[in-house]
């Protein structure tokens, strides 16, 4: 399915402001308003879309024995206007961006067809791609994409969070993180982190659509724990991730920090033998 290049179409108010203020800072929230208009989509698209959260499979992944992730993985190509779903493939993170479950293929059940191929999934690749190409100032065209859905379902006696690995970056350019629905819940508030630790905004994201989008070359971020308001009915967090980084380039752009970094494992890895 091809779409307008977002990465070199004249940006709007609400997209010059989401630019300046990702330079300045590292993020942005987008209101829930602001996301529709940005995808441009009638309200009748968002329905059918959110109701495949419903259909989500168990994490059988999970580090620390968790039983309340539900998830669903896809990849993607973005290159200029053309959007290519890629076959479906692992998902890997190195322990050094998840100490809870990197270090391991991960293989979860693929979003569906009709889900991936929507015009919100589609809106929001184009978006995210049109802003990493914004603030890296690079001339990369070509970008890969990957999707996650995730449910969360807090029980009132086990700990449900939506990040197990705690605060982290993910290793790539961007990430966007959408809320699509929250039921019987307290908690999931978003924390966003510097590069230090130090603690930039907490944001809770209360509306369906609402996001927050994350340069992940210098920030970090979290989100807290939930918990049933009403026992003994669940609280659920339903969320959408994308992540964005280049197609064939090395997405850590300074050498230094990745030199550091590279270091790190292998002082990770022969600590990981030794006490092996």
């Given amino acids: 399915m091809n779409h307008r290049p977002l990465w070199r179409a004249p940006l709007d108010e609400t997209m010059q402001r989401a630019v300046a203020q990702l330079r300045a800072t590292g993020f942005a929230r987008f209101e829930a308003a602001q996301s529709r208009d940005l ?3 009638p309200l009748e698209c968002f329905g ?14 999970m580090g620390d024995g968790g039983t309340y992730r539900r998830r669903r993985f896809a990849t993607f190509s973005v290159e200029g206007g053309t959007i290519v779903r890629k076959p479906h493939q692992r998902h890997y993170q190195s322990r050094l961006h998840n100490q809870l479950n990197g270090g391991v293929d991960r293989w979860f059940s693929p979003v569906e067809p009709k889900i991936a191929d929507h015009p919100i999934t589609h809106g929001l690749l184009s978006l995210g791609t049109s802003l990493a190409y914004r603030i890296t100032d690079t001339a990369e065209t070509h970008w890969h994409g990957e999707m996650h859905q995730f449910r969360i379902e807090g029980k009132a006696f086990e700990r449900a969070t939506p990040t197990p690995e705690g605060l982290h970056r993910d290793g790539v350019t961007l990430v966007i993180m959408m809320l699509i629905d929250r039921r019987n819940m307290l908690g999931g508030v978003t924390g966003i982190r510097d590069s230090e630790g130090r603690n930039l905004a907490d944001l809770e994201l209360a509306s369906p659509f609402e996001m927050v989008v994350v340069d992940d070359r210098r920030l970090q971020h979290v989100v807290t724990p939930i918990k049933p308001i009403k026992s003994p009915e669940s609280a659920v967090r339903d969320a959408l991730v994308l992540t964005f980084r280049p197609e064939m380039a090395d997405h850590i752009s300074d050498a230094s920090t990745l030199s550091r970094r590279r270091q790190s494992a292998k002082l990770m890895f022969a600590r990981e033998n030794i006490e092996e």
Wanted: no cysteine.
């Fill in 39 to 41: 995808l441009g989509l």
């Fill in 48 to 61: 059918p879309y959110t109701e495949s959260w419903e259909r989500l499979d168990p994490d059988e992944w």
